[in-house]
């Protein structure tokens, strides 16, 4: 088999986590965009301090913050990995309209497990009750 065969063969496998890798990536700094110290902590890797800037203000409805959240639960940087916790914040912002929202979650859906689903479902209606 020739290197392009074998590229070629390979390029429906690879693609995909690709294509999540490079939502993740988008997402982070669009979501970082509008908020320089977010900017300048996701650039040094500094995850804790983005957690520490973006969960106060997801909380308070910022759909940007949902989106870093999403993120960093879908990568487990600073916070252990939860897919669940990831799927809830990426819905809430695509519930209000975010278009990376929306990308983000129909992404971690086809990623997650049905356990996974549906306790961010549980979680999703405890948001919706609480705001």
Do not use: N
Not at 49 to 61: C, D, F, L, Q, R
Not at 77 to 91: F, G, I, N, R, T
Not at 102 to 122: N, P, V, W
Request: hydrophobic content about 45%; proline content about 3%.
């Amino acid at each position: 088999m020739s290197v392009s065969s074998l590229l070629r063969s390979l390029a429906p496998s690879l693609a995909r986590p690709l294509y999540f890798f490079l939502i993740l990536c988008l997402g982070l700094l669009a979501a970082c965009a509008t908020d320089r110290p977010v900017v300048d902590a996701a650039s040094k890797g500094d995850y804790k301090t983005v957690y520490e800037i973006s969960h106060p203000k997801a909380m308070a409805g910022d759909d940007d913050a949902m989106i870093r959240l999403a993120v960093l639960y879908a990568k487990g940087h600073h916070v252990e990995q939860d897919m669940s916790e990831a799927l809830k914040w990426a819905y809430v912002a695509a519930d209000k309209g975010h278009f990376l929202g929306q990308s983000l979650y129909t992404d971690l859906l086809e990623r997650a497990t049905d356990e996974e689903i549906i306790e961010s479902e549980r979680r999703i209606k405890l948001w919706d009750e609480e705001h």
